[in-house]
């Protein structure tokens, strides 16, 4: 029995490390085991456990969602999406989710300059939800990031 608890506390211990190594890694997610929680809870039965949606109805997060952080709008549509802004947490942890989603799926695309999200800006923007207006509004930020890379890939 008591060597039990005591396996129990070491590996606990063992966690609570790991978080803290990776929590300097990623700006804005102070515990990324339990935004790994959270996105599985609420965001992976559409998106899935890899962030690669589906053909039919969901988006792919890999290696796409940080590309809308480099177009003007592009910020503030990742909140405002109804499955962020809708979701059945606080803000301090739907920002840290936003954050770890961020870096965890499309890292590559994170722009150097980003400033994580923080609870402050993302309660402000939830309270004005996108409803059926968010598909000509994603068209439009989808456009604007295809132009960009076009862009880049002729300045090469
Ligand atoms: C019921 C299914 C569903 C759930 C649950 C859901 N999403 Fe989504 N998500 C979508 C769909 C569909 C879109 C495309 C825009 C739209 O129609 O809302 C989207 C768009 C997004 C976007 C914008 C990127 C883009 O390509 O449009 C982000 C970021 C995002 N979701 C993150 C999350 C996170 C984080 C969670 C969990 C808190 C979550 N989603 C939960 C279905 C869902």
Request: proline fraction near 7%.
């Amino acid at each position: 029995m008591r060597l039990a608890k005591r396996i129990l506390s070491l590996a606990g211990a063992a966690l609570a490390i790991t978080a803290s190594s990776a929590a300097g890694q990623e700006p804005g997610v102070a515990n990324p085991a339990r935004a790994r929680i959270d996105y599985m809870l609420k965001c992976q039965g559409c998106h899935q456990p890899d962030g690669m949606g589906n053909t039919t109805n969901t988006p792919p997060l890999k290696n796409e969602v940080a590309r809308f952080l480099s177009v003007p709008g592009g910020r503030e549509f990742l909140v405002r999406v109804p499955g962020v802004a809708s979701t059945d947490l606080k803000d301090d942890r739907l920002a840290e989710l936003l954050n770890w989603t961020l870096f965890q799926f499309d890292g590559a695309n994170v722009p150097r300059d980003f400033t994580p999200y923080t609870a402050s800006e993302v309660g402000r923007l939830r309270k004005r939800p996108f409803r059926l207006e968010r598909m000509p509004a994603r068209d439009a930020l989808v456009a604007a990031i295809e132009e960009l890379s076009a862009a880049k890939h002729n300045q090469k």
